[in-house]
């Protein structure tokens, strides 16, 4: 090679170390990092609480609400998931955390995925109900007085706190995958009876109850997160557990993370007092803790450490990931709406104001919400994102808003290509229940407080499996 003159021989020469360099100091792109941070977000006390149709407002704190962010980074390919104890993540909040991660952080948007566990001892910051009751106040106080602070905009702040310092603190990291079992603690809460529709907890050894309406799903989706030295796989640090049961056995009225609060002070016994215990609320809108056979229900601290023995009894039986590869896909399908007539939202606004008496039938207020709850939607279609994640060739995250029914839960995982399967509800919005075309049929509670019409579920359920196939086709 022949340069013309001195300058250009030292521009060369300085280029060619530049690339040198590079080549020998950048991250190769196989390096697999985690990085995990924990933030706040517990409202002030006095603020309202969501989770049933009457006014609450709180009166303490019995354990701290958290956003839980683990960030996860392979090459250029780049993933957030936040799990937040939270009833569930209004639309706005969702959207704008994740355009200010993607603008600050330079994740994209579509590669955040914001899970809320659905936590019933949280606050009440959007929604039809919220609405109800903040107008209330304003008209007899002038102002609000159980609103002085504005959460949605704390929780956005906090969210994107979480995520920043999670990707702060990325460390190479090995994994492992697998699943457990728990059979003691969930049941499917829709019963066939002797007459009438199908019912949802229809009472302690109800004579009138035929069946059960569906399944539960007992498996537990795990991952666990190692140290790059930890080669014996004896020191996980972080570790994501989905399990279909919903998060409300506490009650009262102090903020409560419900039962994963004692499942990560179960595992932290085991794993150690450092050790992130994140929780994904799998496909649950007809399972929960009742067991109608029996008069006892089991409380949070005890579900808790239950779930905790069945995940450390799968623990040391999880196999390490030889091949971990990092991909995401998303999208977005429109589904139909139930419509109601000019005639029934009028009378609805007028319902609204009697939500939390409890005189009014339980049904009636529940379509009275939920027909107050499509007019803050104000569109004939809903958008439901699917969002999912590869980790490798055995492992994939799959991220559905609303409360799905357990079904569709099962149904994606028995398509999914991939060996381990965790599918998360009520990432970044919160539609209401999804149920089945089988169950519109049937009736009950989560038919009347969905707003989607029938068939909706299964379109948003289809999709996901296609996101799964397709990525694992892109790398067989």
């Keep these: 090679m022949f340069f013309s003159n001195r300058n250009t021989l030292c521009l060369v020469l300085l280029l060619v170390f ?20 924990v933030k706040d977000v517990t409202p ?38 936040v799990f937040c104890d939270l009833v569930g993540i209004s639309p706005d909040v969702s959207q704008q955390a994740r355009k200010q991660i993607e603008k600050e952080l330079g994740i994209p948007a579509q590669q955040v995925m914001i899970a809320a566990t659905h936590s019933h001892t949280g606050p009440l910051y959007f929604g039809a109900l919220r609405k109800q009751f903040h107008d209330q106040a304003v008209a007899k106080h002038g102002n609000d007085p159980y609103e002085k602070f504005d959460y949605p905009q704390f929780l956005v702040g906090q969210i994107v706190h979480a995520v920043k310092a999670a990707q702060q603190n990325l460390q190479p990291t090995t994994v492992r995958h697998g699943t457990g079992s728990e059979t003691r603690l969930s049941f499917n809460r829709r019963f066939h009876m002797t007459v009438g529709p199908v019912r949802f907890n229809p009472g302690y050894q109800n004579p009138n109850v035929v069946r059960v ?40 009225t102090q903020y409560a993370a419900d039962y994963p609060f ?29 067991d109608t056979t029996s008069k006892e229900r089991r409380k949070a601290d005890q579900i808790g450490s239950m779930l905790g023995d069945s995940i450390l009894a799968a623990e040391p ?33 007028i319902d609204i104001l009697r ?23 104000d569109s004939d279609s809903i958008e439901l994102e ?53 169950a519109f049929v049937e009736g009950s509670y989560e038919t009347v407080n969905s707003r989607i019409a029938s068939g909706g579920a299964e379109v948003l359920i289809k999709e996901s499996i296609r996101l799964l196939k397709s990525l694992k086709s892109s790398h067989p």
């Design 18 to 37: 530049q690339n040198c360099a590079s080549m020998a100091f950048a991250a190769p792109a196989s390096l697999f990092e985690m990085g995990i941070a």
């Design 317 to 349: 039986k999880l196999q390490p990931v030889k091949n971990l590869r990092l991909e995401s896909a998303s999208s977005i399908v429109k589904v139909p709406v139930q419509k109601y007539d000019q005639k029934q939202i009028d009378q609805a606004k």
């Design 386 to 438: 699917t969002q999912v994640f590869r980790l490798s060739d055995d492992i994939a995250i799959v991220g559905l808003p609303g409360e799905i029914f357990v079904d569709l839960g099962l149904a994606i995982k028995a398509a999914s290509p991939f060996k381990t399967t965790l599918v998360v509800e009520l990432c970044n919005d919160a539609p209401g229940y999804l149920p089945t075309r089988k």
């Design 262 to 290: 004692h499942l990560e002070n179960k595992l932290r016994q085991k794993l150690g007092k450092d050790f992130v215990s994140l929780f994904g609320a799998g496909t649950c809108g007809d399972i929960n803790h009742v």
């Design 213 to 252: 309406a569906g399944p539960i799903d007992p498996e537990i989706g795990m991952l666990m997160f190692h140290p790059e030295n930890d080669t014996k796989w004896q020191h996980p640090t972080v570790g994501l557990s989905v399990f279909a049961l919903h998060l409300d056995t506490v009650g009262g």
């Design 44 to 81: 002030p006390v006095n603020y309202r609480m969501s989770g049933y149709f009457h006014e609450r407002l709180s009166t303490g704190t019995d354990n701290p609400l958290q956003a839980k962010a683990l960030v996860l980074r392979q090459g250029q390919e780049t993933i957030a998931l």
């Design 355 to 377: 939500v939390g008496d409890r005189a009014v039938p339980f049904l009636e207020r529940v379509e009275t919400y939920k027909i107050m709850a499509l007019q803050l939607r």
